[in-house]
């Protein structure tokens, strides 16, 4: 299973803010958005944090990505 945070790109383009925008908005660490930018594991409380700053549901934050195995 992957988790991908392209719903929250193409949100920042609508938005007209860059990642580091948000990232400071947010009050994220760096470290924090590279690993979004990695699709690694995030804590839900992060997802919850831009859900709230941008007034958005979860799916426009991140999508279900299967991993190719799983779909056999």
């Known amino acids: 299973m992957a988790i991908s945070f392209e ?3 193409k949100l920042l383009i609508e938005k007209n803010m860059t990642k580091e925008e948000m ?3 947010i009050k994220l660490s760096p ?3 590279a690993k979004m930018n990695k ?3 995030m804590n839900t409380d992060v ?6 700053h941008f007034g958005c549901s979860i799916d426009q934050v ?3 990505v299967p991993n190719e195995e799983e779909e056999v």
């Open 7 to 9: 719903p929250l790109w």
């Open 23 to 25: 990232r400071v908005a």
């Open 31 to 33: 470290t924090t958005v």
């Open 39 to 41: 699709q690694k594991n």
């Open 47 to 52: 997802i919850d944090r831009i859900c709230s």
């Open 62 to 64: 991140v999508k279900y």
